[in-house]
């Protein structure tokens, strides 16, 4: 018998019951919840007056909708505002606990996870929120729900699934200088394309990624989803458990040893099977910038943007040639020509520490373009804020010409007052270039946090690598 | 949960791949913290040539003509013909209750993005995946026949046209009776509730510090 994918020991180790068709209830161990998705499935469970199975399992936070500017006086969108009263006040009455817009620990819900330790290899992590994908950087298993879903979780603690099919997107080699995780998961959806991963759990490896740190990894992950995979995972390794140790809802004593025992097996056996593998090479992956309106639209930025009649296929002639209408843009344009109105530089994909100094190393002693009218720095919690003022990088930033702004969600889905104009061009690090994603009309392309810092200070794309 | 049994219903086309939430439901509209009434904000950003905010009246809103769902022909549809990885994107819930809210009971494409897919049968509507070869012959139909409905029925699984082709369609067992049922999930689940407290159990001995309550 072959040895189990990292998927197949996650999922067996979380199994309450298999039903004759396969279907299983499976645990949950993490319940991650937002303001946008849960006020229904709390109203659903008061409706049919049920109580959450374990109130220590789930941890709230406001992200998609808090104001990143000055937040003294509360938010000024009343619809926003009650948005995350609502929150507060079902956190309150359920006994939830939620970090609070006040709190220093508040801040994107897939940063603040791993930053609390609330995340922890092995475990199973959901979240009303497709990027949930993020956690499985841990060796976990992170897929995001629909708020059925998450009523469902806070009633029963477990989930009716079934197995999915397992791919290993395997990246052997080293990345060049300026190259990042971000282009690793851009060159991957190039790859595969947006519907490449439905149906599977994607797994990372090789050794491209074993060198990523846990940022890296937690990038990569997020973007999974955007390949269509529910999860997205990395082994349990060294990095792994040195990040985790010490944080302040991580194992400690002897359950830090017993999880450790554990969290060591946490990997695809040697024999494992796969029921596909995608294998790149990191030493040709260049840095990536998005040209259309799916993230798969994708291609170098020494590239040029397509030309629809030479699309592989009918259909997506018709998709590349309504991109390119909708992004302003004419076939054959080299993408270093691209002039940008504004620069993103946040979202659960991008706005770790790691990735502030990656952006802030560019910005250093250079400023923001005159044709851009915001370059925006949006932490992705409280505590990369402090990490990040600790170290002078919102000096750097704030004398380049960028604002320096409180953290959530911010521009990545423009649900706050964060918004691009219609036909506004944007160099953003977010995740979805859809349209109309960052605001109604707003054009956006996806790329490296070095990359858009690059593009803020030139006012256009330009390849960080010899910037 | 309304039950869904069969359907007679008249067919829109949307002719479109990877259709994602962001489009079925703007941001915007998802600060709401009710589940119904996202009927009118249905493909908010295509439907209207104005921006579209929550409260707004949609009877003082300027429809856009080139927008299919706009067609008079298509009006009172319940049957969304669509292309591949329909659904694609955020996990918003919103999305399936827009299209319900609308009066979308069925979509037929040639596949769907996972998190959707799953969100639709928490809400009554069937999801059908046909062959790509397939929808692209039933667009082909739609367009040209005014007034074309298909008969959906979720027992026989199957889906038949005007000319009397039958078309059958796969769809999971468990999903297939909990949706001709109209079945609470939860209320299911809760029968298993000695099998959890069991596994809880045991895992409070393999891994404590999953219970750090």
Request: proline letters at 5%.
């Amino acid at each position: 018998m072959p040895g189990l994918t990292l998927f197949e020991k996650l999922w067996d180790a979380h199994v309450v019951h298999v039903e004759a068709d396969g279907t299983t209830l499976l645990y949950i161990d993490r319940h991650l919840v937002h303001e946008v998705t849960s006020p229904q499935a709390f109203e659903g469970l008061k409706l049919a007056h049920r109580t959450p199975r374990r109130t220590d399992a789930a941890i709230a936070v406001p992200d998609h909708n808090v104001p990143t500017t000055d937040r003294s006086q509360g938010i000024a969108d009343p619809i926003s505002r009650l948005q995350v009263e609502t929150l507060d006040a079902n956190c309150a009455e359920f006994g939830i606990t939620e970090f609070r817009m006040d709190d220093v620990r508040q801040g994107i819900v897939h940063v603040i996870g791993p930053e609390e330790g609330l995340t922890l290899p092995g475990m199973t992590v959901v979240c009303g929120d497709s990027h949930t994908s993020t956690h499985g950087a841990f060796g976990a298993l992170a897929f995001g729900i629909g708020t059925s879903e998450v009523e469902h979780v806070l009633a029963t603690q477990c989930l009716w699934q079934k197995p999915s099919k397992t791919m290993l997107v395997k990246v052997e080699g080293e990345l060049g200088k300026g190259v990042t995780a971000k282009d690793i998961a851009l060159a991957i959806i190039g790859e595969i394309g947006t519907a490449g991963g439905t149906g599977y759990a994607l797994e990372f490896g090789g050794s491209a990624i074993r060198a990523l740190t846990m940022e890296g990894r937690m990038t990569l992950c997020n973007m999974a989803i955007e390949a269509g995979a529910r999860a997205g995972m990395v082994a349990v390794d060294r990095t792994t458990i040195d990040y985790v140790k010490g944080r302040p809802y991580s194992p400690r004593g002897a359950a830090w040893d017993q999880a450790v025992a554990w969290w060591n097996t946490l990997h695809s056996d040697a024999d494992a099977v796969f029921d596909r593998v995608v294998e790149l090479d990191a030493a040709k992956i260049e840095p990536q910038v998005t040209w259309g309106t799916s993230p798969e639209m994708v291609t170098t930025v020494g590239g040029r943007v397509p030309d629809p009649a030479k699309a592989p296929s009918e259909v997506k002639r018709h998709d590349w040639t309504r991109a390119l209408e909708y992004m302003g843009l004419a076939a054959g344009t080299p993408i270093a020509e691209i002039p940008v109105d504004k620069v993103f530089i946040g979202s659960c994909t991008n706005s770790r520490i790691e990735d502030l100094r990656e952006a802030a190393a560019v910005a250093k002693g250079r400023k923001v373009a005159p044709n851009v009218k915001l370059a925006m720095v949006v932490p992705g919690s409280g505590l990369v804020k402090q990490q990040a003022e600790a170290e002078g990088l919102d000096t750097i930033f704030v004398e380049a010409g960028f604002e320096w702004r409180e953290p959530g969600c911010s521009m990545c889905l423009a649900m706050n007052a964060d918004r691009l104009e219609p036909g506004e061009r944007c160099a953003s690090t977010s995740n979805r270039n859809f349209e109309g994603r960052q605001g109604q009309g707003g054009r956006t392309h996806l790329v490296s946090p070095a990359m858009a810092a690059a593009a803020a200070c030139a006012g256009h794309f330009v390849d960080v690598r010899k910037f | 949960m309304q039950a869904f049994t069969t359907l007679d219903g008249l067919v829109v086309p949307l002719d479109r791949a990877n259709v994602d939430t962001d489009a079925i439901i703007p941001k915007q509209f998802l600060k709401s913290i009710k589940r119904a009434g996202f009927g009118p904000n249905l493909f908010d950003e295509w439907r209207y040539l104005d921006h579209g905010e929550p409260g707004m009246d949609p009877a003082t809103r300027r429809p856009n003509p080139e927008f299919v769902l706009n067609f008079p022909r298509y009006k009172g549809a319940s049957v969304l013909l669509a292309r591949d990885n329909f659904g694609c994107g955020s996990s918003r819930e919103h999305a399936p209750w827009a299209l319900e809210d609308y009066g979308i009971r069925a979509i037929i494409a040639p596949s769907y993005a996972d998190i959707f897919y799953n969100n639709c049968f928490k809400n009554g509507i069937l999801p059908i995946v046909l062959d790509a070869a397939v929808v692209d012959r039933l667009f082909r139909e739609c367009e040209a026949s005014e007034g074309y409905q298909l008969k959906v029925d979720l027992d026989k699984q199957t889906v038949t046209t005007p000319g009397g082709e039958v078309l059958k369609f796969d769809v999971d067992g468990g999903r297939k009776h909990r949706l001709l049922n109209g079945l609470d999930d939860i209320g299911l689940t809760l029968l298993q509730a000695d099998k959890i407290k069991a596994y809880e159990e045991r895992r409070k001995l393999e891994a404590p510090w999953l219970f750090n309550a």
